[in-house]
Each structure stands twice: as structure tokens, then as C-alpha cells.
């Protein structure tokens, strides 16, 4: 069994890594730390686990006593903990904040999407959970990149559920606020773009163009839609060859032939990627749960990889007949 710990245990993350890490054949959960809820149960929080566990958080974190370490902490805090504490040698680390998903000389992070790095993931000691949207994003571009395809600007819009906002409340999450309403935010910044040109100069050293992103807020709590387009002379035909033999031998990303929508993937690590082409513009739909493939079901992915696992053992997720 591989026994594992989760830092930072009361968010929206950790709640559905705890859920899906209860039921992995392979799994025992050590410890869920959380400083502010010690000693009080995971369902007084994740109360959507009633009946699945009794155990508690706790402010310990007997680090010598697990095989594996998930950090679903703040932005910032991993690094922190990281300078401040000595995690053993042989623990392996999935963090699922944005403190080591750019390459540096500073670290020996791997960026943890599986599409992309999967060779390199089986044989990591310490991985870096990509972004939500950025996930979404590049699982849409890859193949085009792969064959050095990506020569125009992308145009990218995204929406996503409010629990992409994370647990703590704002004026953006609050429900009087999102029920009924759309809004954009970041547009052409947001953080996870450098994680996106990242990946996309690894495939394609070449690739030199704008990604203009604009995310948007949707009125609904989880699941991320991204529409992307760009200026593209081949044939559908020959597109959709491609992406077929990309994914032919990846578990969670499939290229669908009949227009998709955010149901089809919510509540599930799936991603769904459909083409159309308008003269010589091609519009990609991507789509996946922020909470699951864009968050704790890809860690549990990368942890199944990184341990020798089946990849999909524990993530046989399935969405609403409705």
C-alpha cells in the first residue's frame, strides 16, 4: 500500500483528492493536515463523505511515515514549506499549487501533465500539478505543436465553474453574485499562461506566438470550457488524423466526432477535444472538470504513474445520466 499524506486539507482540491485517495485499492491515507481544523472530522468540512471515513484533521505531520506527499496548499505555501521543513528523501511530492510548474535550475520539479511528460513522470521524484485552465488549454493545442503546426496567434476563451475560485469566499464566488451572471477576469494575463507557452515550446521550439486569453466566470460550480481558434490551411481530415494518433495511447483525453458539452466530462478525469473548420480558421473544443482532471484526478494520475501503477486504477469516474 502506499501511504500518503495531503497538506492543506480543507479546500475544494483536497476534498475530491481525499475522496478519490478513500476508495484507490493501492492507497492509505496517513494523515490530512490542516491547521485551523485540527481535531475536527474531514466530513464536519468534506461533508459529502459522510459514511466513507471517520478520520480527523490533524496539525501533525509525521512526514517519516508515508511513501507520498500531496500539497493542496495556497499559491506560495509549498515553497515555504518546502525552505522550512526537512521532507524525507525517498517521499515523492505532487504539488498542486503554482509554485514549481515553470522549469528552473532552482528545482527538480517535472511539470505533471501526462499527455505531455508522462515518460518523465514515472521516473520523478517530485511533480508540479498543472493548472486548471492550463490543463484544458494546451490538451486542446498539443498535437498541432507536436507537428510544429502552432504559427499564428491563439485566440482562446475559457469559462469556468466558481469552484475554480477556491473555498474561501469573495464577492466573485458569492452565490447572489454568480447565480445568473458572467464576467470576465485577467484577460490576456492570467498566471497559467506561462505554463501553457512552457509546454508548447517544449513540442514546438519555434512557437513564438500570442496566446490571447480571455477566462471568464461562468454561473455554474465546476467544469472548465475553453474555445480556442487559430489560422490553420490544412484539411479537417488530416487534423483530426492527428489529434486521433496523439491520444491513441493516453487513457483520459479522447478527440470526439460530434460537438460536445461541459456535462459530458464533469464529475469525471476525462477531457473531450473537438475540431471544426470555418475556410482557413480551426476551432478547438476542449473541455474537463477543473476539480478532477484539472486538479486532484490528475494528481492521482501522476501518483499511479510515478508508483507503477495502472494509470487509471482509482479514477474510473463517471458523469451525471443528467
Known amino acids: 500500500m502506499i501511504k500518503v499524506g495531503i497538506i492543506g486539507g480543507a479546500g475544494y482540491t483536497a476534498g475530491e483528492l481525499i475522496r478519490l485517495l478513500i476508495n484507490h485499492p493501492d492507497v492509505e491515507i496517513a494523515f490530512i493536515n490542516s491547521s485551523s481544523n485540527a481535531g475536527n472530522r474531514i466530513t464536519d468540512v468534506h461533508e459529502g463523505l459522510y459514511g466513507e471515513t471517520d478520520m480527523r484533521f490533524t496539525a501533525e505531520l509525521p512526514l517519516d511515515e508515508i511513501d507520498c506527499l500531496f500539497f493542496c496548499t495556497a499559491h506560495g505555501d509549498t515553497r515555504k514549506f518546502m525552505e522550512s521543513h526537512v521532507v524525507p528523501e525517498e517521499v515523492k511530492i505532487i504539488d498542486l499549487s503554482m509554485d514549481y510548474r515553470l522549469k528552473s535550475e532552482e528545482h527538480d520539479f517535472v511539470y505533471g501533465l501526462p499527455e505531455l511528460n508522462r515518460r518523465a513522470i514515472c ?38 465553474g466558481s469552484t475554480g475560485a477556491g473555498v474561501k469566499p469573495s464577492s466573485t464566488s458569492h452565490f447572489s453574485w454568480r447565480n445568473d451572471n458572467i464576467s470576465i477576469y485577467k484577460p490576456f494575463t492570467h498566471q497559467h499562461l506561462a505554463e501553457i507557452n512552457q509546454s508548447l515550446v517544449q513540442l514546438q521550439n519555434s512557437f513564438a506566438s500570442q496566446i490571447n486569453f480571455i477566462p471568464v466566470r461562468g454561473n455554474f460550480s465546476r467544469g472548465i470550457f475553453a474555445t480556442t481558434y487559430l489560422d490553420c490551411k490544412i484539411e479537417l481530415s488530416e487534423i483530426q488524423r492527428i489529434y486521433e494518433e496523439y491520444y491513441s495511447d493516453h487513457s483520459f483525453t479522447f478527440f470526439v466526432d460530434k460537438n460536445p458539452d461541459l456535462k459530458q466530462v464533469v464529475n469525471t478525469n476525462k477531457c473531450l477535444i473537438y475540431l471544426q473548420k470555418y ?3 480551426l476551432l478547438i473544443v476542449s473541455m474537463i472538470d477543473n476539480l478532477l482532471k484539472g486538479a486532484s484526478g490528475q494528481a492521482v494520475h501522476n501518483m499511479n504513474l510515478m508508483f507503477g501503477l495502472e494509470e487509471t486504477v482509482g479514477l474510473h469516474l463517471k458523469p451525471s445520466a443528467f
Open 123 to 160: 521516473s520523478a521524484k517530485h511533480i508540479a500539478n498543472p493548472g486548471c485552465f492550463a490543463t484544458c488549454i494546451q490538451l486542446g493545442v498539443l498535437p498541432l505543436a507536436k507537428h510544429l503546426m502552432l504559427n499564428s496567434d491563439l485566440h482562446v476563451n475559457a469559462i469556468t
Open 279 to 281: 475556410e482557413d480558421k
